[in-house]
Structure formats: C-alpha cells, structure tokens
C-alpha cells in the first residue's frame, strides 16, 4: 500500500508542532504530509510577538522552523494559501488560489482570532479599521501597530488580560504613553485573583501604564483617524491609537462550513477527531475538547503529541484526557505562575497567602487534601518549578508550607540568569559561556541533553545543570524538548533506577553483559557501563559478576589516574590516626619508587602521587595497607578531629568513632563517592557538618548525625538526621541511610542532592521513625555488603589477569625482532 | 614478543603476539618502535585499533571503556568511533584508526598502509624488504 495523503490545515504553533511530531516518528514513511499557513511564512513563536514589539527580540529569532525545514522533510507548504473549502465527500480542501490537495487524513488546526467588540465608529466605509486601531495577533500586526507608533503619542489598548498587557509592554517600549482600558474590576481576571490583580495594578502604575478598570468601551472617537475612545458610563479618553486586545475566538467557520459539529471550538472527542468524521480531526486552539477551549500552548503540545501518536500507529489507542492548565511566564517583564483554580473552591481548602505590594510581590497557594489545587506566583516566581512540578504530579506537598513560597537560594537562579551578560561564563568546568547555550538553543538544542551534549556544558563536575537548565527554560520556554533519558539510569538503557532494578532481578542479570543481552538489544554503550556494575553490585553483592571492563580504569588498577598518566596512591589511614612505623614506611615506598610527589590530602591521608601502572602492585605489596578507595564511586574516608583523646574542648571520642566508621564502611560502592567526618564537638574541627555523612559530639554524651552536607563544586550543611546516645547508633543510622542512598540514589547523585530531592523530613520518617517498617531490612542488607568487603590491593599477589597492570605491551625492539627472525630463519 | 611479519600491498603486517593478552572488552596499548598503537578487543569479538593517545589530552585510550563500536577515553571521557576514528559529540580531530585481524591461532595482526609508513618516519619496521625501509627506524 502506498502512503497516505495527512494534509493539516493551518502553520501556527499547533499545525507545525503535529508536523514535527509526526516526523520524529517516522511519520514520514507512511504518509505524504501538505501544510496550508494563512501567513507567507514558515511558522513562529507567536508568544514571542510581544518580545517583537518591544524590540527586544528580532523577527528572525522567533521563527521555529524555517522554509528550508519543509524542504528537507519533504512536507509540501503552502504558504499565503488560506483554504476556502473542505470537500468531505471527495475528501479534498480547496484554496483561495485555486490549490486543490486531497487528504485522506485532515487536521484542522486554524488556531484562533482577535475578538473584535462591537464599537460604533469603529470601521470606515470600505470596511476597514479606522486610522490608528490595531489588533494584535500576528507578525504583520507587529509590524503595523510599531510604525504607526512612531507618530504616536498616547496609546490606549483595549483589554487587561494576558495579551493586551503584553501589547502595552510592547507599545511603552516604542516610547509612547500607555493607557489599558479593561472591562473587569480586576487585570488578568482569568487568571489572577482581585488580590494578585490589585498588586499587578500597581506594579504596571508604577512603570507609567495608565489602568483603566470596569471601563465598557462603545465607540471610537475621531473622524480620519482615531482621536479616543468613548466608555458606557460616559467618560471619555483621550489617544490617538487603539490596540484591540479583548480576547481570542476559535477559528471555526471552515469547519462549521464542512458540516462539523461546532460549540465554541471545534468539537472533538478524546481521539482528537470530529465525531462526525473519523479522517477528520483538531488540534489547537480552535479546538474543543469536552467543553475546553486551551488557549496555553502546554495543553497543544499535549494534543499534538497523542494525535501524532495515533496517526504514526506508534500508540493508536493513545487518548487525550485534557490537560492541568499552568503557565509560567512574564506579564511586563513581571514574573508570573499560575496554575490550577485561583480561589478555593471547597470549604475544605486551605490557602497560603503572602503579600508585599511594595515590591510587587504576591504569592498564593490553593491546596485540597494536602496537594497543590492551584497557585498564583507574582512577581517572585522563584518557586515555580518545583510547584508546578507538584502540581502535574498531584504530589502532597511537605508540612512546611513557607518552603514552598520561599524555596532555596539555588531555586532563584533562573532570575539573575536573565540578567547575566553573554560573556558570563556558566559551566567553569569545560568553560561554556551563556551566549554559547543560547547560541546553541537557537541552533536547535531545545533538549537538555541535546544542548549538554553540544556545549559540553554540564559534563564536567555537573554543578552548573540547574542553570543550563534554566537558560534552556528561558531561551526555549514552551519550545523545551522534554527528554525522557534525563529520567533513565544509565544514558543508553530507557529505563529508571525503580524499573531497571526490577527487570535485573526478575530476569535474574548478575553481569553488565547479561544486562545489554537481555535489555539493550545486546548492544553494549560504554558509557552506561560504570553506572550498571555499580548497580549490580549494589543489588547482588557477592553474587554479581564482576566484568572487569565494565569498571573505568581507576577501578580496574583500584587508583586514581592524573593527567600525565600515572596514578596516585592512597593507602587507608583510619580515622586519619597514623604512626610511626606506617609513616616510616610508607617513607620508605616513597623513596624506593622515586615518588615524585608525596602530599598530605583533604582526608587526611597521605598520597603518592605519579606511580606508573606497572609499579602499583610493587608499591602495595611494600606498603602492606589497605586501599583508601581514593579512586572509586564508594565510601571514601572518615575525617576525625582528636575529640575527648586530647583536645581540652572535647566532648566525644571522635577519633574512636572515626576509626570504627572507616572500618566498617570502608570501600562501600554507592550512587556518588561518600566523604565523612566526626568532630568531638561543635567546633566541628573535621568539618562534619559539610560531609555527605557526618557525626558531631555534643554536650551530654549525645552525637547528632548530619547527612547530605557538601563542600565541593556546591556548599551546603547537612540536616540532622537524628541525635543518637553512643557509637553503635551512629554506625547503624549511618549504614541505615547509606543503604537507601545505595538503593535509591541516581547514578552520579551525591548525596546533598538524593537529600534535598527527597526532603529530610521523608528520610527521617523513613529510616528513624521507620514508618514503612524497611530499617532492619536496611541494616541487614549494609551488614551482608560490610561483610563482602574484600581489600583490592590484594590482587597485588593476585591479578585478576596477567595484563591487569600492562601499561604498554613493547614489542621488542628491532635489533631484538630482527635477531629473532635471523635465527628462524 | 613473537613479532613476525608479513607484506600485502606494499604495507606491511605485524603480529602483534595472542589477542589473550587484552582481558575481553578491554584494550591495551602496543608500542612498535616510536609507534604507540591501542588495539581494543570487544566483547561482540571485534578486535580494532586506533592510535594510542587521545588527541584531546593524550588519555591512553586503552585504558578507556568500550563497547557499540565506540572507546570513551578515560581522561575527559571524550567519545570516539573505533570504526572511523571520529570524535562522537566534541569537536576533536579524529582517531588514525588502523586495520587488525586475528589469524588461526589468535594472534592479532596488525596492517599498516604505505602510505602511512611515510607519514610515520620513526615506525618500527622489521624488514628491509618492507616499502618503508628507506626511511629508517629510531630504534637503530
């Protein structure tokens, strides 16, 4: 059979976004695709009108596809071509131009129109708008209402909702006096309570925009062009231009002429076709989907994604069950999130408020049996993501309410993001500039992986991805790719750690080969590797399969490779208590190999730096200590100051507590590398309020024990887990957190993130109250990985192959080769 | 070492001694005079090779994880093909990727080109006979 004919009615942001759906599942193989655009364009942002009329972004910037995109994927475009007929009988659409395209799938996505109120004295007699009064709805009305702005002075726009303020954003940077008349008692009334609206009065006040409330405008004033508008209650402005922006209508009448059944949009069922025609359908905003008209690009992207699913046969019984409506955007340059109901609806529901009218500020949360029913973000929308993220999810949300409103510094960033220069430099690491990423995202990176992968940036010590990310969020906004392999494991395996785990044990995988076999096509990717053994591990303990060259070189030599190639050795010094003999030693090491440099490290050990490959069994073997895992992805290393032993100020034996905690968890694989402390008071001498796990002595013999500090790329303190009574305790709320950490980290998750992800509250609930009854399971299972634990260094007498420690395998020289072959010969 | 040689095409081949000296889905690094060669042997029995230092900041690239035809090399876990040579998601100049083969009892056979002798001026070459001859070896 051959393909079949999709032709889609309409360019915008719905029309072409199915397109690029439809093609990214190849699509394109099964259907020859024709797309009519009214405007002789390819397609735009059109939520970035606003940013053209205000000169702050370039009409070329906001073109999503160009026509050379059509062009290289085979869609056909008419472009200019607005279709005057559907031929449901003969399946055929007409165009003004006399095009004729016959379909055997339709999409109609003709999105929607100003709303024009009915004013006397609007029109002239051929019809057209008098002098001076716009619309605004498309790169052609950018283009009139900012030249004729140019003679201008005083600008009235009809409508205070979201569009119209975007327009009066626009027209006060032309330079021209603003005034916005709004029918309602309070702005943005769809979407703003009168609180939140009264704030956005003012704040617009106070840059100079006039707002003009319950104004019912009748007619326009002046006779060659606009000279005011005249208002119900008999006032009367004055202005010599008008923006109308009072509202958006489904485009239907094509439809409504094709037989359709027509509401208020289109009216289609959760198939996304008309019930009175199953090769029909609609996408967008003429379209209405049981009783809903969207007019937010988030819920299109949903439709466009089921229907293009649908049509490519990729899920055909996929449905559309409406969508949660949010947003999250700028009101003039004001930050807003909105999402959900506005007012509590039911007696029940509880509301947060906070105002601060000085700064424009307003915040407002609806909650309905413990989850986010709806939020209102004015001004400060530092908190968005992470409601909106609780909003989609239905999630219940903590306790702390005020967390939520204000979330952490790190939250904020994205604002400052905006004002950084382009030079500034975001990821340090591999020294990606700002205006790289965005470089990038205009390029066509509109994933975070796609954009991490192109820059590099985010790949080093991974601490800048929260601003990538929020530069992506600004640069693309609702463009933003969502890619599911930020969610998986490992990046060439589509699954999550929850369902990555399950299939490992119900296929019974104990190697990372058996893995790729059974789960990636056995195609094995290297750099998912590293991430599955470590797993594994985790999972079977002494059970897994070791495959040494899933291991990355450190872990298969068990020491840390440096830039000129050599590796650094770290002997294990419990607690950081050494001795004489072990320094004498350890001296002698130094000597007899020539160590290049000896150092004293952040975990108080002692390195050996630039030891060749070959030399590292010799220098175990002399040295006769343990590895100080100063290499892998594991338990690293517990930092003592000398507590009650020595110090005046002491209160607990610290040094004790360290030594005991080195030894039992020492070479413990996990998510992320663990570095520890114990201090014998708050003093807090071995930092331990900064380590991913720490123990500090306080007065009463009691130790608290803080998880999830960091002192690296990021700082952060930890929380207090609980406060424990002696050193066993300690050991076993550390081994209990550990295990969970093991178990439910991400790959590469340091544990001051797994913390903050999870929330201190839900890990104290879980491992000290022990609410879901999983803590003794917990310590028995970090017991069974304590007791496997085997010394790595010991494969100095027993390499696990005769080429483990080969460097360079040389051939013999010439000389030796050609001796060789003289005497075969 | 057991190198012995063979000639094809005016290039030559060397026996670069038993593939069981890579542990399986590892690579290790191979020095021929002044030439340092990284041969990989994957766990799908591929066996291939590139140049030993990655060109980024000379990481031993046998040293680096391997697997779908790919090396990542464990210095700055820059991506390479070990068909083509070319760097995978990082503007780098690509891998000088040469042709290996086992033969019957298991011994790696590497080929190097004519013209790639002459490029390399210091490789060691085991015969006189061989079309790189005139230039000579370091080695000597």
């Known amino acids: 059979m051959g393909k079949q004919r999709l032709v889609v009615i309409g360019n915008g942001m719905a029309g072409a976004r199915l397109v690029e759906d439809v093609l990214s599942r190849d699509g394109g193989a099964l259907y020859d695709i024709v797309i009519f655009g009214d405007e002789p364009y390819g397609n735009y942002n059109r939520i970035l009108l606003s940013g053209v009329l205000a000169g702050t972004h370039d009409p070329k910037d906001i073109f999503i596809n160009p026509l050379s995109w059509y062009e290289q994927n085979n869609v056909k475009l008419h472009a200019g071509v607005r279709i005057t007929e559907i031929d449901r009988v003969a399946k055929l659409v007409h165009g003004a131009d006399g095009t004729i395209e016959k379909y055997d799938k339709l999409v109609i996505a003709t999105g929607s129109a100003p709303f024009v109120p009915p004013l006397q004295n609007l029109y002239t007699e051929t019809g057209s708008f008098k002098d001076g009064v716009f619309v605004f709805r498309t790169l052609n009305d950018c283009d009139s209402i900012a030249s004729y702005a140019g003679q201008a002075r005083r600008a009235a726009v009809i409508g205070g909702g979201l569009l119209g303020l975007e327009a009066a954003r626009g027209l006060l940077n032309l330079g021209i006096e603003v005034q916005v008349v709004h029918l309602m008692p309070h702005l943005m009334e769809v979407q703003l309570d009168s609180s939140a609206g009264d704030v956005l009065r003012r704040t617009m006040e106070r840059m100079g925009v006039s707002v003009h409330l319950e104004k019912n405008t009748t007619a326009v004033l002046g006779n060659g062009h606009v000279t005011g508008l005249q208002f119900k209650d008999g006032s009367m402005l004055d202005c010599d231009m008008v923006v109308i922006s009072a509202g958006i209508r489904p485009n239907v009448a094509l439809a409504k002429q094709a037989g359709l059944t027509i509401e208020r949009g289109i009216v289609v069922g959760d198939d996304l076709a008309s019930p009175d025609d199953a090769d029909i359908y609609s996408v967008g905003e003429c379209a209405q989907h049981r009783g809903q008209v969207y007019g937010l690009v988030a819920p299109l992207w949903e439709q466009t994604h089921i229907l293009a699913e649908r049509l490519t046969g990729r899920n055909p019984n996929a449905n559309y069950r409406g969508s949660k409506v949010s947003t999250k955007l700028k009101v003039m340059g004001v930050e807003l999130a909105v999402m959900g109901i506005k007012d509590a609806a039911h007696e029940n529901d509880e509301v947060v408020n906070y105002v601060e009218p000085l700064r424009g500020i307003y915040k407002k949360l609806v909650i309905r049996n413990g989850r986010l029913a709806g939020a209102i973000l004015l001004g400060d929308a530092a908190g968005a993501p992470s409601l909106l993220q609780a909003f989609d999810r239905g999630t219940i949300l903590p306790d702390n309410r005020a967390e939520l409103l204000f979330p952490l510094a790190a939250e904020s960033l994205e604002l400052s993001l905006e004002d950084m220069p382009d030079s500034a430099q975001v990821c340090n690491c591999n020294g990606v500039s700002k205006g790289q990423l965005v470089q990038a995202i205009t390029n066509g990176c509109r994933s975070f992986k796609a954009l991490c992968d192109a820059t590099r940036a985010g790949t080093g010590c991974g601490s800048c991805k929260p601003q990538v990310q929020a530069i992506l969020a600004s640069a693309a906004g609702d463009l933003i790719i969502e890619d599911p392999s930020v969610n998986y494991y490992v990046p060439g395996l589509p699954f999550t750690k929850p369902d990555l785990i399950q299939a490992i044990k119900e296929q019974n995988l104990y190697s990372v080969s058996a893995v790729f076999d059974a789960l990636g096509e056995g195609r094995e990717d290297p750099t998912s590797k590293v991430g599955l053994a470590s797993l594994l591990k985790t999972i079977w303990g002494k059970d897994y399969e070791d495959e040494r060259d899933a291991r990355f070189i450190n872990d298969r030599v068990h020491a840390n490779i440096q830039k000129d190639k050599t590796f650094s050795v770290i002997p294990r010094i419990y607690g950081g208590v050494t001795s004489a003999s072990q320094l004498r030693r350890i001296a002698d090491v130094a000597e007899k190999y020539n160590v290049p440099m000896v150092k004293i490290t952040g975990g108080q050990r002692i390195d050996l730096l630039g030891i060749t490959k070959e030399d590292l069994p010799n220098v175990w073997r002399d040295l006769g200590m343990p590895s100080g895992h100063a290499y892998s992805k594991a338990f690293r290393t517990c930092k003592t100051c000398v507590g009650t032993e020595f110090c005046r100020y002491g209160v607990g034996d610290s040094t004790t507590l360290g030594i005991q905690i080195e030894k039992r968890f020492q070479g413990l694989e996990s998510p992320h590398k663990m570095k520890l402390g114990a201090n014998g008071c708050p003093r807090n001498c071995a930092e331990a309020t900064t380590k991913d796990l720490g123990a500090v002595a306080i007065e009463g013999g009691k130790w608290e024990i803080y998880i999830g500090g960091a002192a690296g790329s990021r700082v952060r303190k930890g929380d207090v887990l609980c406060v424990v009574d002696t050193h066993e305790e300690v050991l076993k709320y550390m081994g209990r957190f550990m295990q969970y950490y093991r178990e439910h980290g991400k790959y590469l998750e340091r544990t001051y993130d797994f913390v903050e992800r999870l929330g201190i509250e839900k890990l104290k609930r879980l491992l000290v109250a022990d609410e879901e009854g999983i803590g003794s399971r917990l310590d028995e299972e970090i017991q069974a990985a304590v007791e496997a634990y085997v010394d790595p260094w010991q494969e100095a007498s027993e390499p696990v192959h005769p080429s483990q420690f080969v460097n360079i395998v040389n051939l013999a020289t010439k000389r030796e080769i050609e001796n060789e072959r003289h005497s075969r010969v | ?140």
Not at chain 2, 8 to 17: Q, V
Not at chain 2, 33 to 50: H, I, M, P
Request: aromatic share 6%; proline share 3%.
């Open chain 2, 1 to 140: 070492m057991n190198a012995t040689v063979g000639f094809k095409n005016k290039g030559a081949i060397y026996n670069l001694g038993s593939v069981e000296q890579i542990p399986v889905g590892e690579g290790r690094t191979f020095q021929l005079g002044s030439l340092a060669v990284a041969v990989f042997r994957a766990r799908d029995g591929k066996v291939l090779a590139t140049q030993a230092l990655c060109p980024h900041r000379e990481g031993l690239l046998a040293d680096g994880l391997v697997g779908n035809n790919k090396v990542v090399c464990p210095m700055h876990s820059y991506k390479f093909s070990l068909l083509t040579g070319q760097s995978i998601g990082n503007e780098c100049e690509a891998l000088q990727t040469y042709a290996v083969s086992l033969n019957q009892t298991g011994d790696i056979l590497l080929t190097l080109k004519h013209q790639f002798c002459i490029e390399e001026a210091n490789i060691y070459e085991p015969s006189q006979q061989s079309a790189c001859s005139s230039l000579g070896s370091a080695n000597e």
